[in-house]
T-cell receptor, first 115, second 111 residues
Framework: DAGITQSPRYKITETGRQVTLMCHQT?????MFWYRQDLGHGLRLIYY???????DKGEVPDGYVVSRSKTENFPLTLESATRSQTSVYFC??????????????FGPGTRLTVL | GQQLNQSPQSMFIQEGEDVSMNCTSS?????WLWYKQDPGEGPVLLIA?????ELTSNGRLTAQFGITRKDSFLNISASIPSDVGIYFC???????????FGAGTRLTVKP
């Protein structure tokens, strides 16, 4: 089905382990984003990408790594997970071929727990 | 970083009542957006506003882009149980490609 998907939907890991969260969109949107959602903070931008091979830091990038080798995929990696990274992670995309980033479409989220 | 001030944080209302929530910022935004998030799901766009003073409706929802470009409000008329969820405002500035979200308003509707 067309749209934006995330996997896994739920993940439990231990402190110090590497974790990769996947995001895939079928709209050929130029822009893709990763947010984390925590109580009292709303959505905070971790990283975003304007196109394949172009990524930029958001508000809270520390401890995260992203890559975008293909337009449709935007994986987020926690190289050494910490408890403070326990959160719900949302991927979003926008801009079908253009530079529009205002209307973002969100995936269903990945709930990550770091023990 | 700059976050939007969204209020109220939560609302408990009776079915049929009208609801109003708003967002304010110390910075100017070019676009204001309102999203709704159901439990276990990602936010879904409800309304997008692109011009200062703009008033836009989507069914029972009405949103306005403040004339100062530093605020926006969302109204829901004649609430129904399926309106339950968390509503987020978001402001976007295309000059620096900055998008910020409010902390959300949790709406509970009692039948």
């Amino acid at each position: 089905d067309a749209g934006i998907t995330q996997s896994p939907r739920y993940k439990i890991t231990e402190t110090g382990r590497q974790v990769t969260l996947m995001c895939h969109q079928t709209w050929s949107h130029s822009y893709m984003f990763w947010y984390r959602q925590d109580l009292g903070h709303g959505l905070r931008l971790i990283y975003y990408s304007a196109a394949a091979d172009i990524t930029d830091k958001g508000e809270v990038p520390d401890g995260y790594v992203v890559s975008r080798s293909k337009t449709e995929n935007f994986p987020l990696t926690l190289e050494s997970a910490t408890r403070s990274q326990t959160s719900v992670y949302f991927c979003a995309s926008s801009g079908a071929g253009g530079a529009s980033t205002d209307t973002q479409y969100f995936g269903p989220g990945t709930r990550l727990t770091v023990l | 970083g700059q976050q939007l001030n969204q209020s109220p944080q939560s609302m408990f209302i009776q079915e049929g009542e009208d609801v109003s929530m708003n967002c304010t910022s110390s910075s100017i935004f070019n676009t204001w957006l309102w999203y709704k998030q159901d439990p276990g799901e990602g936010p879904v766009l409800l309304i997008a506003l692109y011009k200062a003073g703009e008033l836009t409706s989507n069914g029972r929802l009405t949103a306005q882009f403040g004339i100062t470009r530093k605020d926006s409000f969302l109204n829901i008329s004649a609430s129904i149980p399926s309106d339950v969820g968390i509503y987020f405002c978001a402001g976007y500035n295309y000059n620096n490609n900055d998008m910020r979200f409010g902390a959300g308003t949790r709406l509970t509707v009692k039948p």
